[in-house]
């Protein structure tokens, strides 16, 4: 079973970057659409960046477009989400997740994810 670890959370000035890492044990991530999600105190979870098996296609939520990079290193079986103009509405716990796929594409459904981390904190100060 794909065990997922979050990493590179923390806080940060509003303008600010961080990246975070995602990093599977268990199984090989080379097999799986990869996401990162976010949850804000009060608020819903909603999708934040997609990125297929062989990382050619890559999609981002509006909020992020610009600002946010997600990209992947399936030899080291990882997935990042960097970061960068931070601001104070990007506050939340970010989760990554696994999403076994046959097919080179992605979903922006958490529901269709199997797997997930437990979450990473980043605060933006302003």
């Known amino acids: 079973q794909v065990q997922l670890v979050e990493s590179g959370g923390g806080l940060v000035q509003a303008g600010g970057s961080l990246r975070g890492s995602c990093t599977a044990s268990g199984g090989n991530l080379s097999g799986y659409a990869m996401g990162w999600f976010r949850q804000a105190p009060g608020k819903e979870r909603e999708f934040v960046a997609a990125?297929?098996?062989?990382?050619?296609?890559?999609r981002y939520a509006d909020s992020v477009k610009g600002r946010f990079t997600i990209s992947r290193e399936n030899v080291k079986s990882t997935v990042y989400l960097q970061m960068n103009s931070l601001k104070a509405e990007d506050t939340a716990v970010y989760y990554c997740a696994a999403d076994l796929r046959y097919g080179d594409d992605y979903s922006i459904e958490g529901f269709n994810y199997e797997y997930w981390g437990r979450g990473t904190q980043v605060t933006v100060s302003s």
């Open positions: 990125i297929t098996r062989s990382g050619t296609t890559i």
